[in-house]
């Protein structure tokens, strides 16, 4: 969870007297990925149970050793490595626009500089994941989207993007891993493998019935839809709880299987689409008479935007003669703003116009009220104590109330599926 030029820099330091400086690191994006109008922080809860066990242990410490990567005094350090510094940021499930302070990290430069992947691999993922969710969830508006894209990730990123894409509107996740983590809802039936298993459909779908009741949703696909759709009644009667489309021209296929379900009396069955679905083919189904959808591939890929393009920036640092000073780099399209800062969500009559963010050299402070808005950042670590509201079950919970909240300041034209500019500017002050 390092990469290489983490420690190099650390031990580069140590030699110069400059390791233990006491810095300010921040994570921003300098702009939103796919040109969206808005951002969702995810994976803060994810980054802070790593942190609590982040260490260097035997093997660690002797893989740097045998490779010759860093100095022994480096390697005495890492083995008493702990962070002890504080960070505050973005109450997961915040939105966030170019240049917002989503996390600020303050400690000596060597405990700090050393989290910059760690924070990085975490927060890019999961944001990318959630920018994602929060669209399919407003282009489904209101009805039901269950994430299924497991077998799309690796393993470790699948139950990442499971509680991401919850924490941003998503209802379920297949994936039991997650529910058992997070206390995500799951939910799954069965795929063709298991129609295919039995002689006929209607014996397919009789075993699934007797496992799971009536109530469950039968994939009608497999063969013909609307023989498979009749077989379904026949077999369930009119009070099946649902059935799956996953294939072919969805809005046509879901006309006509609501048409035969309700010739057939099954008038409370709902319909559940899946097969490549993306913000933009939900949305194209807004008319159709579709109940739900599952969602994975492009989902767990960020549909587009696999990673948020987030970063971590040195921002200020304390000087020899103990003075803070910001800085910055000033690489033509990369440039940063230095200094440490806080952030404030401007509102006119509930509606946010602003992404205000103040700058000083270090500490700076807010009457968050007297600004009009209100203040974006909650502390997250006090001397190296991780507080544990964000953490577990809990902290999902937390975070999806959080993002439903400010999802509810934007104004209407943040959910515009087109490419364009954020939907409120940020200002610097």
Known sequence: MTDRYELTMIDAALRAGTAFRPSVFEVFARRLPGARRYGVVAGTGRF???LADFRFGDDELRFLRDEHIVSSELLDWLADYRFSGDIRGYAEGELYFPGSPILVVEG?????????????????????????????TRA???RPVAEMGSRRANEEAAIAAARAA???????????????????????????????????????????????????????????????IRTAIEVAGTGLGGIRLDSGDLDEVATEARALLDSLGATGTRITVTSDLDEYAIAALQASPVDAYGVGTSLVTGSGAPAAGMVYKLVARQG????????????EDKASKPGEKVAV????????????????????????????GRALQVPLVQGGEIDDRWLGRQGVATAR?????????LPNEAHRLARGEPVIPTVFR
């Open 140 to 142: 489904a508006k209101g």
């Open 401 to 409: 109330e959080r993002h439903d909240a400010a999802v509810a300041e």
């Open 320 to 331: 020899d003669d103990g003075a803070w000073v910001g800085v910055a780099k000033h690489s």
């Open 166 to 228: 919850y924490i941003a509107g998503f209802g379920a996740t297949s994936n039991l891993a997650a529910g058992s983590r997070w206390g995500i809802p799951t939910m799954g039936t069965a795929a063709h493998s298991f129609t295919l298993l039995h002689d006929s459909e209607a014996a397919a779908f009789q075993a699934q019935i007797d496992a799971l009741g009536v109530g469950t949703t039968l994939l009608v696909d497999t063969y013909d839809i609307e023989q498979g």
């Open 108 to 136: 000596s430069f060597a405990e700090a500089v050393v989290l910059e992947t760690l924070a990085l691999s975490v927060l890019n993922y999961d944001s990318a994941v959630a920018n994602a969710a929060t669209r399919m």
């Open 345 to 372: 969500r401007t509102l006119e009559q509930g509606v946010a116009v602003e992404e205000t963010v103040l700058v000083t050299d270090h500490r700076p402070t807010l009457d968050a009220a007297a600004a009009g």
């Open 48 to 50: 802070l149970e790593l």
